[in-house]
């Protein structure tokens, strides 16, 4: 309410007095206490991340966006922790899984590292958190808009679908936190991926730190006014952490996926567990999510020629 109105309707004023002291005297939303909050941190979706070039070890400029990956992390602790948050688990979820610059976060967290792993982008979560938060998060494979858009795997699959419905890594992690029961309460990445999540799971913040051109190419905000946004969209995301729902599919799951390739579908084909539903496509039911994600985490990792 602007202060204009009060001025101007002394009497309404007097007939709310009693209502503000007891809104004044019941906590504010940012004196929350004691929540737990799980950031899945991804790169693509980062400030200033276009290509290869920042996105991995081998690129001139990985060193400097591995900094604005990790502020972009401090600048959602920073907001979450204004709220009321008290305990933080990172997982660090692009590339090799050791993106992040641990001397440069807070001492007092938790950083999930490397793979392969349970759960892979969400190893960790469980029913004890209180909410969730994506930061440089892209769209799905089967988008055609988003800076460096895929489902997990750009060089191998073409889709996940998830009971039909093709999913983003936003959707496949959203519904492994609804299994806990934990809701996703804010994304950041660019404005495509803020669409596709959005249209995806309802209600959530964003924070969108560039504009997607192309696959290789977007407008982008500077570090420092992207970390602002994050710290203040973080900030109102626990604020009204009660607001959001969790994405929980129940079960059972159907999981649809599609390779690029021919070969690793004839094979999955062999399996009872695995329909192999046209050349390039293998349809698997798990009883639950966590089976799903089992299961795609396996296709994803299983190599005859792994050592150690
Ligand atoms: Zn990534």
């Known amino acids: 309410m602007h202060i204009s109105s009060l001025t101007r309707f002394p009497i309404r004023l007097a007939a709310i007095l ?171 990445g660019d404005d495509a991926i803020a669409e596709e999540a959005t249209d995806l799971l309802g209600d959530l913040e964003t924070a969108v730190v560039k504009k997607a051109y192309g696959f290789h190419s977007a407008e982008t905000l500077m570090p420092a006014a992207a970390y602002r946004l994050i710290e203040e969209t973080a900030a109102r995301a626990v604020a009204r952490i009660e607001d959001f729902e969790p994405w929980d599919l129940g079960g059972p799951i159907e999981l649809e996926v599609s390779f690029k390739n021919y070969r690793p579908v004839e094979v999955l084909g062999y399996l009872e567990i695995a329909e192999r539903i046209d050349s390039h496509t293998i349809r698997y039911t798990g009883t639950d999510m966590i089976a799903v994600e089992n299961f795609l985490t396996f296709l994803l990792n299983y190599d005859s020629n792994a050592a150690p």
């Open 18 to 188: 009693p209502l503000a002291a007891i809104l004044a005297a019941a906590p504010p939303a940012a004196a929350q206490e004691g929540l737990k909050i799980y950031i899945s941190a991804d790169m693509e979706g980062v400030v200033g991340t276009v290509t290869g070039e920042q996105l991995g070890p081998s690129g001139f400029e990985y060193e400097r966006a591995r900094r604005w990956m990790t502020e972009e992390v401090n600048a959602a602790i920073r907001g979450a922790r204004a709220s009321g948050a008290t305990e933080i688990v990172v997982s660090d979820s692009h590339g090799n899984g050791q993106n992040l610059l641990l001397d440069e976060l807070p001492q007092d967290i938790t950083v999930i590292r490397s793979w392969p792993r349970p759960l892979a982008m969400m190893a960790g979560i469980d029913d004890t958190f209180d909410g969730a938060i994506f930061i440089g998060y892209h769209t799905s494979t089967d988008n055609s808009a988003g800076v460096r858009a895929h489902t997990m795997s750009s060089a191998r699959l073409t889709s996940v679908k998830l009971n039909g419905v093709p999913v983003p890594e936003t959707g496949l992690n959203a519904a492994i936190a609804g299994y806990f029961g934990v809701p996703i309460i804010m994304l950041s």
